[in-house]
């Protein structure tokens, strides 16, 4: 059994930048891919990143590449997430997920994750 927090969302203006972290609890942590996603009421669960458990490969949504970076650290039980120059449409709750290593895992959907954290608002002002 995995449990994940996640924390560092809040208020921030257009153009700035947060750090999500997501502390995972048991002692498997660096046998799953973690992912992040975000949501926003009325709309579908939106893939945002996804980290291997080595780190060796990173995966991000269109609408992040180039600004947004993830990376964990293993020996922390934390998975991160490095948001810049954050937009308005960047708004939503953000949740860690993570997914055990098995064969036919897509890293993008999130049914194929089996643990979910609480999640953690951010919002971005224009």
């Known amino acids: 059994q995995v449990q994940l927090v996640e924390s560092g969302g809040g208020l921030v203006q257009a153009g700035g930048s947060l750090t999500l972290s997501c502390a995972a609890s048991g002692r498997t942590f660096s046998q799953y891919a973690m992912g992040w996603f975000r949501q926003v009421p009325g709309k579908e669960r939106e893939f945002v990143a996804a980290i291997t458990w080595s780190a060796s490969s990173t995966y991000y949504g269109d609408s992040v590449k180039g600004r947004f970076t993830i990376s964990r650290d293993n020996t922390k039980n934390t998975a991160y997430l490095q948001m810049n120059s954050l937009k308005p449409d960047d708004t939503a709750v953000y949740f860690c997920?993570?997914?055990?290593?098995?064969?036919?895992?897509?890293?993008?959907?999130?049914?194929?994750?089996?643990?979910w954290g609480q999640g953690t608002q951010v919002t971005v002002s224009s």
């Open positions: 997920a993570g997914a055990r290593l098995r064969p036919g895992l897509s890293v993008y959907n999130p049914l194929d994750y089996n643990y």
